[in-house]
């Protein structure tokens, strides 16, 4: 009994310390926003603190997966780099382009062909691990980021879907591919006419589509001939709408928009089952999130909520989404920084040259 005793104290013990360290995990401080000043780059994570020293670089063009995406200078030459969450900085010198990691790869590419025309330069590509070694070489003329643990590549002996391990998954044959989403990706044939594969490679939604866009909460859109809508996961228009283009479903609602006004891209908001939310009264908007959206109405940047109301009702010259419940504004009284979901201004970010948001991977104004 006595040694059953210890067992179960012992397991006790060992599951609090595991989830104590789950939770740690779980309530670290993220990257938030990184911002050129005086030269410098300074690094702020989610709780307005500075992550380390300010760093000496050229750019900050990304951040995934703990790594930040970086160009430094060496001997006079503006190369690639890789940056942890301390600060120390990994060069990627042997490379002319670099993407962000994604299933713990970064894709990676080589210009084989220069051309004063940039359209008929030509690449190589592979891939790069977190310690900024490559680990599949450049041997791909095409590649995708990897999704869902598969990448799409192509050379002039191989066309199909591999791992991280560079391990060939499946074939396809005449056919281009993208990155997996929701179990799906969207594949094109010689003739442009697109359609999307499983992930084991076998044909889920015939090639029939003029267009068709990754799948966001079941939906996608998709053009076929004069039918402008979104299709489901059996390939069927679940509904129609009346514009040409989409942003993808979250929070349950979407933007359409359609040309006006001298080739001018409007938007307008529906929901999941197709209603019109609103006329084509947007001039830019942002993904819902958070249960709102940034949007751009008569000139002027607000939030709307679900039910297309606006909130928060301050003057801004620039928005953006909500992650994680902060969102970037500019305010026109000069203030800028992170507003939380009620509105309040919690992360003051001082003026600078450039800022550049580690969630969204763009640059904010």
Known sequence: MKKWLLFLFG????????????????????????????????????????????????????????????NIKIDGRVRWAIMDLKGKVTPVPFCNFLFNFYNGRALASIITKRDTNIENEEYLFGFINTKGELVIPFIYKDATEFSEGLSFVMNDSIRGYIDTTNRFVFAMKNAAGNQFKEGYADINNKDFQIGYINKNGEIAIPLQFDVASPFSEGLAFAVKGTQFGFINKEGNFVFFVDGYVAKQFSDGLSFVGKLVRQKQLVWRLINSKGDYLSDYVFEDVREFSNGYAAVKKDGRWLFINRNNEEVFKNEYSYIDSFVDGKAWVSLKNGKQGFIDTSGVLVVEIPRAEKYFDLRLNRQVY
């Open 11 to 70: 397991v006790i013990v060992a599951t609090a310390f595991l989830f104590s360290k789950i939770e740690k995990r779980n309530t670290m401080p993220k990257p938030l926003i990184a911002y050129l000043t005086d030269g410098k780059w300074y690094f702020i994570d989610d709780q307005g603190n500075l992550m380390f020293k300010p760093k000496v670089l050229e750019d900050v063009l990304g951040y995934s997966e703990g790594y930040f995406r970086v």
